[in-house]
C-alpha cells in the first residue's frame, strides 16, 4: 500500500486557508505521495441539524483539490457512524485502511465523536507513532480571517471581488450546458446555460463579467444569474454569453469563474431593451 501524508478537512471553496494545508502537506511529504481527507455531506447537517449552502458542489471542490496539486483524495460519508466515531479510532483507520503517515490539519481542526479530537492531540497521536504532522495557523488575509463561513457571505452579497482575494482563486461553478429557450438567439447574443444547484450559495441575482472555459479554450464572458424576468423565466439559472465564441455548447460541460458584479437583473419592457443593455453590458467588459 502507497503511505500518504494526508491533510484534513471539508475544504469547501478550497480557500486559501485550505491552499495553506495543502503546501505544508506537500512540503512535509518530502517527495512522498500526498493528498486530501474529506467528507462526502458537510458535517454541521448531522451535529447541528444545519445544512449549510457551499460554495462548491462536493464534485467541484474535488476538481479544485486537484488542481492545487492533491494526488490522493479520501471522501469519507459523514454518517451517524463517522460522527460518532473516537477521535484516535478515525486516525486509525486512516493509517490503517489508507496507508496514512502523517497529517496535517489547521489550529482550530475539531475531529471526531464530539469534536474531541485536536490538533494537539493530533500532534501527539503522531509523536507516538513515528507520523509526520504539521498544524498551520489561521491563515489572515488584510486582517480578515479566511473562513469558508465568511467567503459565503460575501458571494451572498455579491462581492465576488473580495470572496475571490480570500479564495485564491475565481468563484467557480461546472455545468453540464443545456437547452434553453433560445430566445438569446434570437437577438444575436447565444447564451450557454447550466443550472444553478439549490445546496450552493445564491449569487444575488444580477450580470457578472466573468470567464468561461470550454474544452480547454477560454473566452471572456457576461454571464446572467437569475430567472430571465424579461422573458417570463421561472427556473434559476446562469446563462453565459461568450464573446469570441461560435460553435455548439449543448452537453458540454463548462467552467464559469465569476470575476466582478456588473448589475442587478432587471425586468425590460422588450427584447430590444434588453438587446440595447446587454450591447452595454459587454463593453464594459473589453
Not at 493528498?35 to 458542489?57: E, S
Not at 443545456?178 to 447550466?194: D, S, V, W
Request: aromatic share 10%; net charge neutral.
Amino acid at each position: 500500500m502507497n503511505k500518504y501524508i494526508f491533510a484534513l478537512g471539508y475544504f469547501d471553496g478550497v480557500h486559501l486557508g485550505h491552499q495553506a494545508l495543502l503546501k505544508k502537506c506537500r512540503e512535509l511529504a518530502q517527495g512522498q505521495k500526498w493528498g486530501a481527507v474529506t467528507f462526502i455531506g458537510h458535517p454541521d447537517a448531522l451535529i447541528k441539524g444545519i445544512r449549510p449552502c457551499l460554495i462548491n458542489r462536493s464534485e467541484d471542490r474535488d476538481r479544485l483539490l486537484y488542481s492545487f496539486g492533491t494526488e490522493m483524495l479520501v471522501r469519507l460519508p459523514f454518517d451517524e457512524k463517522l460522527m460518532n466515531t473516537p477521535w484516535d479510532s478515525f486516525l486509525d483507520m486512516l493509517v490503517k485502511d489508507y496507508g496514512a503517515a502523517g497529517f496535517v490539519c489547521g489550529s482550530d481542526f475539531r475531529f471526531g465523536a464530539q469534536g474531541a479530537g485536536t490538533a494537539e492531540q493530533m500532534m501527539q497521536y503522531c509523536d507516538s507513532r513515528g507520523l509526520r504532522c504539521a498544524v498551520v495557523p489561521q491563515q489572515m488575509l488584510d486582517g480578515q480571517r479566511i473562513s469558508s463561513t465568511c467567503i459565503r457571505a460575501l458571494l451572498q452579497q455579491g462581492d465576488v471581488e473580495k470572496a475571490n482575494r480570500l479564495l485564491g482563486h475565481c468563484h467557480t461553478l461546472f455545468g453540464v450546458v443545456e437547452q434553453g429557450k433560445q430566445l438569446g438567439r434570437t437577438i444575436g447574443i447565444p447564451t450557454a446555460n447550466i443550472p444553478y444547484s439549490g445546496d450552493l450559495v445564491e449569487l444575488p441575482y444580477g450580470v457578472y463579467e466573468c470567464r468561461v472555459t470550454v474544452e480547454g479554450h477560454c473566452y471572456k464572458a457576461i454571464t446572467n444569474v437569475g430567472k430571465c424576468p424579461t422573458v417570463s423565466g421561472q427556473k434559476l439559472t446562469v446563462e453565459s454569453h461568450l464573446l469570441g465564441f461560435d460553435g455548439e455548447l449543448y452537453g458540454k460541460t463548462v467552467q464559469v469563474e465569476f470575476l466582478r458584479f456588473l448589475r442587478k437583473e432587471q425586468k425590460f419592457e422588450n427584447l430590444q431593451a434588453l438587446q440595447n443593455q446587454i450591447a452595454q453590458d459587454i463593453k464594459s467588459i473589453l
